[in-house]
């Protein structure tokens, strides 16, 4: 005879797999939330590791900045000392131009011209002076132009002296001339020697 089975198999089938669906989805839900977790430390700690690095960095940073400044005012400092040995050596190349123009100046003058004032605005001079005659006022122009000291000798005026000390310089001249400074610079080994002797 044949057996017939008359339990709910079906039923106890669905829910055996209903079971077994239930654990697979715990499961997977208790491991997905332990993989987030992981992955969350994991993230966390290499966001503090980059934090650490990052605060590491910016003290170098500061470092390096509080190097930059000292630097820009030791910079600042260099360019205060060397504007200063630039003023003293020019000072230094250009202590006896006062001597070396004085002395030009008596080497030019010609017999019957006579020097009363002379002034100096940055390179330009002016001679004032009185003269026996307007040829001697000439002839001193000539001289300067032959002095590589003097550049452009030009003639401002010659006027009959209205006050004249003497008979014999009855004229007054005025003559602006510019100062070559180059001279002194490439014949510095010359003034010492003039110096010397």
């Known amino acids: 005879m044949a057996r017939i089975n008359l339990l709910p198999w079906r039923e106890e089938a669905r829910r055996e797999r209903q079971r077994q669906f239930m654990y697979s989805l715990v499961g997977t839900l208790v491991l997905g939330a332990i993989l987030v977790l992981i992955v969350g430390l994991f993230i966390d700690q290499r966001i503090s590791h980059q934090e650490a690095r990052n605060q590491q960095i910016q003290v170098e940073i500061n470092r390096l900045q509080l190097r930059i400044e000292r630097i820009a005012e030791l910079e600042n400092t260099r360019n205060r000392l060397l504007s200063r040995k630039q003023v003293i050596e020019s000072l230094q190349a250009s202590r006896s131009l006062t001597v070396e123009l004085l002395d030009q100046l008596a080497r030019s003058i010609p017999v019957g011209v006579t020097l009363r004032t002379v002034k100096q605005q940055g390179t330009k001079l002016v001679l004032m002076g009185t003269s026996q005659s307007n040829a001697r006022v000439s002839a001193y ?11 452009g000798p030009e003639l401002q005026y010659v006027r009959a002296a209205e006050k004249p000390e003497s008979r014999v310089e009855s004229y007054e001249f005025a003559i602006q001339v510019s100062l070559d400074n180059t001279p002194d610079e490439e014949s510095g080994d010359g003034e010492d020697q003039v110096g010397a002797s």
Do not use: A, D, P
């Not at 122009?141 to 550049?151: A, N, Y």
């Open 141 to 151: 122009l000539q001289s300067l132009e032959g002095m590589s000291f003097f550049v």
